[in-house]
T-cell receptor, first 109, second 117 residues
Framework: EDQVTQSPEALRLQEGESSSLNCSYT??????LFWYRQDPGKGPEFLFT???AGEEKEKERLKATLTKKESFLHITAPKPEDSATYLC??????????FGAGTQVVVTP | GAVVSQHPSWVICKSGTSVKIECRSL??????MFWYRQFPKQSLMLMAT?????????EQGVEKDKFLINHASLTLSTLTVTSAHPEDSSFYIC?????????????FGPGTRLTVL
C-alpha cells in the first residue's frame, strides 16, 4: 500500500533560522512528488513538482529535493509569512494524489 | 495562471437538505477534476475523480449516491451533497489538472466550508 509520511508534525522556528522538512514515501509507479502550502481555512497552494531522483527546485526561500525514497523541503532564513502547513503528496499512474499529514510550521519574529 | 475557483466559499444548511458546490478552472481546461474533504487538523482525503463527459470514479468508502458529481464541461465540475447530515460537515476542496500541459500537477480551489445543522 502506498504511504506518505511527513516529519516533523510541527516545527517552531525563529525568524532567520533555517530548517528542513521531510517527506518519505513508498509508492509503486511514482508519477511525481508534489509540495503544497496550506494556510488555515484555505485550499493548498502549489509549490513544486519533482519527478526524478536528484531533481531540485527553488522558489524564494524554499528549495525542494528528491531522492528515491524521500523528499526534503528546505526553508532558508524563514520569515513569519512562511508560517503555514506544508503538505507533501505523491502522484500515481491514475493522476491521483495521496497526501501526507503535513508539517505545521510557525515562524516567530 | 492555473486558477481554480469554488462557490460558495461557505454554506450552512439544515439536516436533510441538499447542497451543490461548484468548481471552475478559470484560465485552463481540465479534463479531470478531483474532489477532496478535509476534517480539522487532518490532511486531504480524496473522495472522487471527476472526468468530463463521463461518470465520476469514487474512492472506497465514499457513497456515490450521497455525493453526486457532474463534470459537464472542461471548466466546471459540481459536487452535490444530498440529504446532508451533521457528519457531512467538513471542508470540501476541489482541484484540477491542466489538460494542455504535460503535467500531473493539481491546482486547488479555495475550498468550501459546509456546516450542516
Amino acid at each position: 500500500e502506498d504511504q506518505v509520511t511527513q516529519s516533523p508534525e510541527a516545527l517552531r522556528l525563529q525568524e532567520g533560522e533555517s530548517s528542513s522538512l521531510n517527506c518519505s514515501y513508498t509508492v509503486s509507479g511514482l508519477r511525481g512528488l508534489f509540495w503544497y502550502r496550506q494556510d488555515p481555512g484555505k485550499g493548498p497552494e502549489f509549490l513544486f513538482t519533482l519527478y526524478s531522483a536528484g531533481e531540485e527546485k527553488e522558489k524564494e526561500r524554499l528549495k525542494a529535493t528528491l531522492t528515491k525514497k524521500e523528499s526534503f523541503l528546505h526553508i532558508t532564513a524563514p520569515k513569519p509569512e512562511d508560517s503555514a502547513t506544508y503538505l507533501c503528496a505523491v502522484g500515481d499512474s491514475w493522476g491521483k494524489l495521496q497526501f501526507g499529514a503535513g508539517t505545521q510550521v510557525v515562524v516567530t519574529p | 495562471g492555473a486558477v481554480v475557483s469554488q462557490h460558495p466559499s461557505w454554506v450552512i444548511c439544515k439536516s436533510g437538505t441538499s447542497v451543490k458546490i461548484e468548481c471552475r478552472s478559470l484560465d485552463f481546461q481540465a479534463t479531470t477534476m478531483f474532489w477532496y474533504r478535509q476534517f480539522p487538523k487532518q490532511s486531504l482525503m480524496l473522495m472522487a475523480t471527476s472526468n468530463e463527459g463521463s461518470k465520476a470514479t469514487y474512492e472506497q468508502g465514499v457513497e456515490k449516491d450521497k455525493f453526486l458529481i457532474n463534470h459537464a464541461s472542461l471548466t466546471l465540475s459540481t459536487l452535490t451533497v444530498t440529504s446532508a447530515h451533521p457528519e457531512d460537515s467538513s471542508f470540501y476542496i476541489c482541484s484540477a489538472s491542466d489538460s494542455g500541459r504535460r503535467s500531473d500537477t493539481q491546482y486547488f480551489g479555495p475550498g468550501t466550508r459546509l456546516t450542516v445543522l
